[in-house]
């Protein structure tokens, strides 16, 4: 009996010893590590620290860090699994998870001119060489769970916002050979989960997306919306000059293969396909303001000269309707036009190859062109091509007078009567001049030349109009070849497209 005793308080000792053992070393390495962040991050204020040396986990909790533009607040940062051998031995730091709880992170940029501490604090590493890195550092998994970002200007005005998202990160690893490239840590993989987040465009527009998912591979968005935060009428009130005005919506946007990096100094991105689903984009343009007199740049020349290297293999959009709306006058409804059903793809939509032979970019798309008309589009151009080489055909099959009159009317203050049963056109040039032709088939064509009100028929204009009208034609194939656009550089690609099937239009009807 006195035997078992013995034991019994033997191990009731033990116990206590390690007791005793541990709260000596919590203690004496949260002293420690206080002294240590004191020391590397006096900027960073906490509410408590605990360590558990036996379980091999640290806790910090209410965190309030502000370093240059970056405040970050957590409620809980938790630290497990510190391989103490290599700390030891190595002064490596090896930890199997770093969870933050609730963290919210605001940047605010700085005003021009000034800059921030942050900068000066890298650029002082930078200068005096303390930047390099003589350990290594290795965590398993890096989790941030419902954590929210805020990017604010210089004047406190939001311009990216993120109510919530969950991290991870794993297998991270940093050494003295990854600390000097351009991203300075390895990984195996990621994943970021993001609700309602809001980014303003420019002055005028604003996006806002329901949910974003990234993993290292695929990407995919729902719920994207890019509005004006104006109406039409007051849109016009916040521009000196025409300005289109966007409303869109996309239900889905999936991104397959996706790679991100750097190609020398440049920030690169590549996939393997975007898919684009159920689209609603809405433009409105108010032609009584002051003529934007700016060159606009060819598609081509954009790419050429995007800020990063950009690779998709292929681009598809789905279940697609586009209206373009042009006021003209006061006093008139806009004119518009529809394409509905659009369906179609883009190849080779690259600003960079590692070929020989530099690809070229294109545009297969299917619509139905005022609701009514099938129209097929074959686009093609090269990004490489300094003069913005481009080659652009179509057809369209049968389009009634009283669709037309959708956009005559109020563009071309003229109604039309009968029908186009076939158009096709063909056009190549560059940034400058196009050439090609328009082939028009027609029956019962008439044109009612309006008043300056719009809403009555000039008799005497009219009956000169059509003196000159061609009222039925096969094709015009015979007399619509060989035509030569120059281009007006102000305006958009689109514009060019137009005058060039205006031209062959007058020509053939006339």
């Not at 690893?173 to 993001?194: C, Q």
């Not at 303001?289 to 681009?315: A, G, H, W």
């Not at 589009?377 to 490489?384: A, E, I, Q, R």
């Not at 652009?392 to 956009?407: D, E, T, V």
Request: charge should be positive; proline fraction near 2%; charged fraction near 25%.
């Amino acid at each position: 009996m006195k035997r078992k005793t013995k034991v019994v308080i033997s191990i009731f000792a033990v116990l206590i010893l390690f007791f005793v053992i541990g709260l000596f070393l919590n203690s004496f390495v949260e002293k420690k590590a206080v002294n240590l962040l004191e020391k590397q991050l006096p900027e960073l204020q906490f509410e408590d620290l605990q360590v558990q040396v036996f379980k091999n986990a640290a806790e910090l909790t209410k965190i309030d860090l502000t370093r240059g533009e970056v405040n970050i607040q957590s409620e809980r940062l938790k630290v497990s699994g510190l391989d103490y051998w290599k700390f030891l031995t190595k002064k490596n730091i090896d930890l199997n998870q770093i969870e933050i709880n609730d963290p919210e992170v605001v940047y605010q940029t700085k005003s021009s001119g000034k800059k921030s501490s942050l900068n000066t604090s890298s650029d002082n590493k930078s200068s005096s060489g303390s930047g390099k890195l003589n350990k290594k550092i290795s965590v398993k998994e890096i989790v941030l769970n419902h954590a929210k970002f805020t990017l604010l200007d210089s004047t406190s005005e939001e311009k990216i916002k993120v109510k919530t998202f969950d991290f991870q990160l794993h297998d991270l690893k940093i050494d003295s050979t990854s600390v000097s490239e351009k991203i300075p840590f390895n990984f195996s993989d990621f994943a970021l989960k993001a609700d309602s987040v809001f980014l303003k465009v420019d002055e005028r527009h604003v996006m806002k997306v329901v949910s974003i998912e990234i993993h290292e591979k695929n990407s995919a968005l729902k719920g994207l919306k890019l509005e004006s935060i104006y109406s039409k009428q007051e849109f016009q009130k916040h521009t000196r000059v025409e300005k289109d005005r966007y409303d869109l919506r996309i239900d889905s946007i999936a991104i397959a293969s996706q790679d991100f990096g750097f190609q020398n100094d440049s920030v690169k991105f590549q996939s393997s396909k975007f898919l684009i689903d159920n689209v609603d984009f809405q433009i409105y343009r108010d032609k009584m303001q002051p003529k934007d007199n700016s060159v606009k740049p060819m598609y081509s020349e954009m790419l050429r000269k995007l800020p990063f290297l950009l690779k998709i293999d292929t681009l598809e959009v789905e279940n697609t309707r586009i209206v373009y709306e042009e006021r003209m006058k006061a006093d008139r409804q806009p004119g518009k036009v529809v394409f509905a059903n659009v369906n179609g793809e883009i190849f080779n939509l690259t600003n960079y190859s590692n070929k020989a032979q530099f690809p070229s970019t294109r545009v297969v798309a299917a619509a139905d062109f005022m609701n009514e008309a099938s129209l097929q589009l074959n686009w093609s151009f090269k990004v490489n091509n300094l003069s913005d080489w481009f080659n652009i055909s179509g057809n369209m099959s049968s389009l009634s007078a009283k669709n037309m009159n959708g956009f005559l009317k109020p563009a071309m203050n003229v109604k039309a009567e009968g029908e186009i049963t076939n158009m096709d056109f063909d056009f190549s040039g560059n940034r400058n001049k196009a050439t090609g032709g328009v082939n028009i088939a027609y029956k019962d064509f008439k044109i009612e030349v309006l008043k300056n009100d719009g809403t009555e028929k000039s008799g005497f204009l009219t009956t000169v109009a059509n003196i000159f009208v061609k009222h039925n034609g096969e094709s015009g194939r015979n007399v619509n070849e060989g035509l030569e656009i120059t281009r007006d550089k102000t305006k958009s690609f689109w514009n060019y497209l137009w005058s060039c099937i205006k031209k062959g239009a007058l020509k053939t009807f006339v």
